[in-house]
């Protein structure tokens, strides 16, 4: 068994002690919870753009057909009575599709009251796909639904008709946040073929798009709903009284045990140390592995300690159209020179998991036959001379005569000033002076790095974290070379004419187990080119009121407060 697993077996047995009591008392005992959120979540509509503090909110307030469950992490149903199965058919307009359907519950309502039906499951799928619509994240994976089609006599049942060839089909139409069609077009009046210049289409698509900005009032399905706010501050999460979802059992996505949730912005991590010590706060994240571990030691007795393997990854993505590091040979030699074992112990606490490549080590198809790259400054110089770079003026820094101009080893690593970047940033700088190469180092706000450099790839390496989901991972949008262009979203601008084969033959691929062979030879085909220099999975850092049940999850965010409960007094 390797490091990594031994790792992940460790975390699982201590969360299974800390998460799992037999004294559960799942009534109404649980008045309030305190969280912590470290900035204002902003906008939390998950129909578009939201933030990571918009993430932790939306999860109690808005609801999709269906989710992954927090532990088994497979599909399980939310809104509707079961997960479908998919058949061939054909389209009213004889197309060829993949057909699901789906059948929502009975019970289903929105929080004024209606009922929620497939109507406005179909109704929603028009909202994203109008051209006026700026729910732009879902346009991408709605574009393979082809229709959906919706019963008279029934009016829970619609059909959902999909490209055939796509390996997220069924992923995807049971992946949508409905909204309700009585609120947002009581006339159905909206139609996505009429003209962009259409008052009435405009009036319409202005009002539902605007609705990013609701935090208040918002009429959705999910158990709870903000009670009150103040910006930058707080907001408060009430139970929804007489909820539909508590009548279903085996749905964490409808449980409310706490009636009342209170998350409160707490931006600096001492301060949330201090509020949690004086118990004005019942559930927190730090991100300093020194504070965590100390507290751990210090404040066993008070608080409880969790630390889920999130799916997200720390990783340094080169410029591919780099002079320099457009030679693989170079972008192999500089990932020797990064000890990322000693980052995750002396920068996380041990707290992390070593990541080869571009998926999750959670994923089922993580490839585990590859071998991280190890630190080791003579390899990089032996590579770093094979490609041709000597230090042919003595002054320290290699050089190579490139297109008939002699050019020195220099390069610009770009960070976002956060802690651990900027301490990633020095280590690194400290290793490749070692080897000859001279790395400047260089502070933007995220915003103007997108916008001045990744987008434009003006730039050769930055410090970048990039978060999952549990879904099968698409690697189209982040590698294929239609996606190596300004304003792109393939950052490496990595180009590969065979990798782009395989990102067809995944996308194609619907039955898991066959296109599991094409996610491992992708991986192969990625760490033999080093387009990115990959570092690791940090484990996330909770701590909870000892009196609480916690419960905490791969996925994102990390937790279910909706799930927490009070201990039994022993």
């Known amino acids: 068994m390797n490091c990594r697993w031994i790792i992940i077996l460790l975390v699982f047995l201590v969360q299974s002690a800390c998460n799992t009591d037999t004294n559960v008392s799942k009534d109404d005992s649980l008045e309030e919870i305190n969280i912590r959120l470290r900035k204002d979540p902003g906008k939390i509509n998950p129909l578009f753009e939201i933030t990571a503090s918009g ?7 808005f609801l999709p057909v269906a989710d992954f469950h927090p532990e088994s992490l497979e599909l399980y149903p939310i ?6 199965e998919a058949y061939e058919t054909t389209t009213d307009n004889g197309e060829e ?12 309502q929105w929080s004024d009251g209606q009922a929620l039906t497939a109507t406005d499951y179909a109704f929603t799928i028009d909202v994203i796909k109008h051209p006026l619509s700026k729910a732009t ?52 009046q909206l139609d996505i073929t009429a003209p962009s210049e259409d008052t009435l289409q405009i009036s319409l ?59 409160k912005i707490v931006p600096d991590d001492l301060t949330a140390l201090t509020m949690a010590k004086e118990g004005k706060l019942d559930f927190f994240q730090l991100r300093s592995a020194n504070d965590f571990l100390d507290l751990r030691d210090n404040h066993a007795d008070s608080f409880s300690f969790h630390t889920p393997q999130l799916m997200f990854t720390y990783y340094i993505p080169m410029n591919n159209k780099s002079e320099i590091l457009s030679d693989k040979i170079v972008r192999k030699a500089l990932s020797y020179l990064i000890d990322v074992e000693d980052i995750i112990q002396t920068l996380d606490g041990g707290l992390g998991v070593r990541t080869i490549g571009p998926f999750h080590p959670t994923k089922s198809y993580y490839n585990e036959s590859i071998t991280p790259i190890s630190y080791d400054i003579n390899k990089a110089k032996k590579l770093l001379s094979s490609s041709g770079w000597q230090d042919t003026d003595n002054d320290g820094i290699l050089d190579k005569v490139i297109n008939g101009k002699r050019t020195p080893m220099e ?13 990633i940033a020095l280590i690194f700088q400290q290793n490749t002076k070692k080897a000859g190469v001279k790395l400047n180092i260089v502070a933007k706000k995220m915003s103007v790095m997108r916008k001045e450099n990744l987008y434009t790839y003006k730039y050769d390496m930055a410090a970048l974290a990039k978060a999952s989901d549990v879904i099968a991972d698409d690697p189209y949008s982040s590698w294929h070379s239609d996606n190596a262009i300004p304003g792109g979203s393939n950052t490496a601008a990595y180009n590969n004419p065979e990798v782009d084969a395989l990102i067809q033959k995944i996308r194609q691929t619907r039955d898991a187990e066959k296109r599991e062979v094409y996610y491992l030879e992708f991986q192969k085909k990625i760490y033999e080119d080093q387009p990115m220099i990959f570092l690791y999975s940090p484990l996330l850092k909770f701590v909870g009121n000892h009196k609480l049940n916690i419960t905490t999850t791969s996925k994102r965010p ?13």
């Open 205 to 263: 698509m202005d009002n539902i798009n605007n609705a990013v900005n609701d935090r208040v009032g918002i009429v959705q399905a999910g158990p709870y709903h903000i009670t009150d706010e103040a910006s930058d501050e707080y907001l408060v999460l009430g139970k929804r009284e007489n909820y539909w979802g508590d009548k279903i059992s085996n749905a964490p996505s409808l449980q409310g045990y706490p009636k009342k949730m209170i998350f």
């Open 97 to 108: 599709a993949v057909a699901y359907d789906l059948i929502f519950r009975d019970a289903a």
């Open 137 to 188: 994240r879902w346009k991408p994976y709605l574009e393979n639904i082809l229709s959906v089609k919706l019963y008279e006599d029934n009016p829970n049942k619609v059909t959902v008709y999909l490209n055939p060839d796509y390996m997220l089909s069924q992923e995807t139409c049971v992946s949508i946040y409905p909204i309700p069609l009585h609120i947002y077009d009581p006339n159905s």
């Open 411 to 423: 390069l610009e690593f770009l960070i976002t000033g956060s802690p651990l970047s900027k301490n």
């Open 55 to 61: 993430r932790e909110l939306y999860q109690y307030i």
């Open 79 to 84: 809104l509707i009575e079961s997960i479908p």
């Open 558 to 570: 990390g937790y279910m407060a909706n799930t927490f409960t009070l201990k039994d007094e022993i």
